[in-house]
Structures are given as C-alpha cells and as structure tokens.
C-alpha cells in the first residue's frame, strides 16, 4: 500500500509540474491556445484517472481492515485528501444536487474565493448567467449515465469573467449513495464562440478613491438634472425619466429600469417608464425590456409593493426579472451579474422603482452603491410629477 502511495504521489507531482509549463506556455504563447487546450485535457484525463487510482487505494485500504481503524489509515486518508487539494488541475467533486462537496486549491482560485466558502454552494452560481441552463443540462446528462460530457462556458463572479473549459465525469462510489460529478477546468479551446460581455481584466474602479469620486460624480449630475425639472418657484421642465435612466446607464450601471406607478393602492398597475442600456446594446433587447410588465416579475413588483431596496451581488435566480417572449430569462439575455432595485420614494408614499443592472464582466454593486441610489430614488421620486386624479 505504501509502496502505491509513493507511486501516486511522484506521479501527481509530474503532473503538477506539467500543468505549471502548459499555463506557462499559454501565456507566453496565447496564439497556440489550441495546441495548448489539447494538451490539458490530455492531462485532465490522466489527472481523472489518478483520482480514480487514489480512489481505489481508500476502498482497498478500508475492505482490508474491517476492524477498528488504525492510526495509518488515517494517515492514508489525509494524505490523499492532500494530494487532492494540492493538485495543480482545478478540479471541483459535485454531489448529486450540484452542490461542490469539495474542491481543490486550484479550483478555488479559479473561482476567485476560498475552498471553505466554495464549499456547499451551487456549481451553477459561479457560471455566467448565459452559459448556466448549457452547463445544468449536460450535468443532469452526466449523472444520468450517458456518458461524460465536454463543453465551453464562463465562469463569472464579481467583476471578472473568463471563458473555460469544463470536463464532466461521473463518479460511482461506494461510501455514497448517489452518483457524484467530477469537473475539471481548462483554457477555453481556440475558436469557440463568444457570448456576453467580453472578460476583463479588474478594473480601477475597486480603488476606494476612485469609487468615491465616481460616486460623488453621479450624484452632482443627477442633482442638476432634477434641479432642472424644479427650476424657480417649482416652474421647471418636466422631469425626464429617459434622461435620469441614461445618466445612470452611462456612469455607474449598464442597464438602468425605471418603473412608475400612478395608482398609490395598486402596485400591480405599474408601468414601465424608461429603459437605458449600453451603446452597444441591441434594439430588439431594449424593446424587450421596455414591453415587460413590471407586475409579472418579482423585481421592481416587491420593491413597488414592500417599499423595501433588493441587492444582489451575486445573481442566483436568472427569472426575478421576468422573461423575454421567447422564454428565455431577461437577466441572461441581458448578461447581468449584479443588480440592485430600490423604490422611488416621493411625499405620499412610494411612487415607482428604480433597478440598476451591471453586467458579469464588471464590479459588483455594494452597500455603499445602494446607499447612493436609495438616495437618488429619493430625489426622483419627489421630483415626479403629482399622481393623477382618480
């Protein structure tokens, strides 16, 4: 048993060090990604297979030893879960649910956070909202037997986004009673097609200064724009929802909604006032947004009913934004990855919503940026006009 273990060990090493060369050499050489992405899944095959290896060396070791445990089983345990851990091939153990049971030092950092917080969150969170149902479905093929299953996808969480190679493979154990899902990541192979908001790398914007700043800026350029619509003696123009929704879209989100509603009993009745997107955004998308009912969706219908700000960092249900005609959820159609909604809140009550969406490839919204668009709610909703007569 010893023997096999050092065996193991020398050839996870290897391994190890073939890995690091290949990241090396995709980035030094990033117009050889194809070469590249072929010879790690080479090695994710073979890392697959010493897994299965290290498996088989546990059941071996416990069918041998009936009896009470002894100290070097447990030694052998926590050696393999070492080796695990240390493996330089970012690797993700899901159980039949998709929930991460465990994940490697590498997979974790491809994920962006710790194996201790990773661990019993959905796969699926940390998977951009357009690539998620792709990745649900061929998890559910995986663990109905059919085979493993190879694809492209993106990983996206607090304003990063990278596209990646995912291997999927069942795993029978026999200390489980369900099957569990193997994932391994890997550089996207050259030519796939991509979908969303480009990857970026992290913006200036996570300097506190420069949050400041641009935070401060928002809000003198909102200010101006209502004192416009107040002018002298509360004889100015009329405010211009269109304009509000398009300063926010241009400085600090990349969709902005703005939802109204004339009918102080009855939120139901609100309507959809103004839609902003990026430039680059697609007419067709806009008209979309713009026709959806703001009642059928759960954002801004229980901002407008509870009177209460949402935020939400990290985006799991893709559906509280309703859905496009063709089904398919806004949210992923839109890309988004962090959203906030927070009421208009005028004299008598509260008048609409405002919901600010910030695409996979950017900085989350935060505390601090509910704070400021609860204030800039505030503002506008006491710079709308009167409600009309019933």
């Not at 962006?112 to 951009?128: E, I, N, Q, R, W």
């Not at 350029?221 to 211009?240: D, N, Y």
């Not at 309507?271 to 026709?291: F, I, K, N």
Request: glycine letters at 10%; hydrophobic letters at 40%; a negative charge.
């Amino acid at each position: 048993m010893s023997e096999n273990l050092a065996g193991l060990r020398r050839e996870i090493t290897a391994l190890g060090e073939r890995v690091s060369a290949l990241v090396s050499t995709h980035a030094m050489y990033p117009d050889d990604a194809r070469g590249t992405a072929e010879a790690a899944l080479a090695e994710l095959e073979y890392a697959e297979r010493l897994l299965g290896e290290a498996d088989d060396l546990l059941g071996r070791a416990q069918s041998e030893q009936p009896g009470p445990r002894r100290s070097g089983d447990d030694g052998d345990r926590i050696l393999l879960r070492a080796m695990f851990a240390e493996l330089s091939v970012p690797v993700v153990l899901l159980d039949h649910d998709g929930y991460i049971r465990r994940i490697n030092n590498a997979g974790a950092a491809q994920l962006g956070s710790a194996p201790g917080y990773l661990t019993g969150k959905p796969l699926a969170h940390f998977v951009d909202l357009r690539k998620r149902a792709t990745m649900q479905s061929w998890l559910a093929s995986v663990l109905r037997g059919d085979g493993p299953a190879s694809l492209e996808s993106r990983l996206a969480q607090r304003g990063w986004a990278e596209d990646v190679h995912l291997t999927l493979t069942r795993l029978e154990l026999p200390t489980e009673a369900q099957p569990l899902v193997l994932v391994a990541m890997s550089p996207p192979m050259s030519g796939s097609e991509e979908e969303g908001p480009a990857p970026l790398e992290p913006e200036v914007e996570d300097q506190v200064v420069v949050l400041a700043a641009r935070r401060l800026d928002v809000l003198t350029r909102m200010t101006r724009l209502l004192l416009r619509s107040a002018g002298p003696g509360g004889r100015g123009e009329p405010l211009a929802l269109a304009d509000a929704a398009g300063l926010l879209a241009d400085s600090y989100a990349d969709w902005v909604i703005v939802d109204v509603c004339d009918l102080p009993t009855d939120p139901g009745a609100a309507r959809r006032a103004a839609v902003a997107g990026p430039p680059d955004a697609p007419e067709e998308l806009t008209r979309e947004v713009a026709a959806a009912a703001p009642c059928d969706s759960d954002i801004p219908r229980d901002v407008l009913g509870g009177g209460q700000s949402l935020l939400f960092p990290l985006i799991e249900d893709e559906g509280v934004l309703g859905h496009a005609a063709s089904g398919a959820p806004l949210l992923a159609a839109l890309g988004a990855g962090s959203l906030l909604s927070v009421p208009l809140r005028g004299s008598r009550g509260v008048r609409g919503a405002l919901t600010l969406i910030r695409r996979s490839n950017r900085g989350s919204f935060r505390l601090a940026d509910l704070g400021l668009i609860e204030e800039i709610g505030e503002h506008i909703g006491l710079a709308l006009p009167p409600r009309p007569s019933a």
